[in-house]
């Protein structure tokens, strides 16, 4: 059974910066995606960013690409996502998901998912 430990959430001021960690446990599969999520109040989750595992390949939104970076430690079993120029509306919960299928890890219908860990930029 796979699990998704997120940390790293807070509370950070406009243009401030955080790293988030998702560490993952109990995969079997030798190529797999791990991707990142966020869900505003009353907003539907949306994808951030994904990086499969085996090569380091990444695909960000639109919206945070030039501010976000996600990427992977295989020896720690962990992947990151690093947020700098952090805006009010950047304010979600942040999830951790992963699975065999990038499409549909991308897509958010992957079965593993973390609890969430909350960001917050005061403005």
């Known amino acids: 059974q796979v699990q998704l430990v997120e940390s790293g959430g807070g509370l950070v001021q406009t243009g401030g910066s955080l790293t988030l960690s998702c560490v993952v446990s109990?995969?079997?599969?030798?190529?797999?995606?791990m991707g990142w999520f966020r869900q505003a109040p009353g907003k539907e989750r949306e994808f951030v960013a994904a990086i499969t595992w085996s090569d380091g390949t990444t695909l960000n939104v639109d919206s945070v690409k030039c501010r976000f970076l996600i990427y992977r430690d295989g020896a720690k079993n962990t992947v990151y996502l690093q947020m700098n120029s952090l805006q009010p509306e950047d304010t979600a919960v942040y999830y951790c998901?992963?699975?065999?299928?990038?499409?549909?890890?991308?897509?958010?219908?992957?079965?593993?998912w973390g609890q969430g860990t909350q960001v917050t930029v005061s403005s």
């Open positions: 109990g995969r079997t599969a030798s190529r797999y995606t």
């Open positions: 998901t992963s699975g065999d299928d990038r499409r549909t890890v991308v897509a958010g219908r992957a079965d593993s």
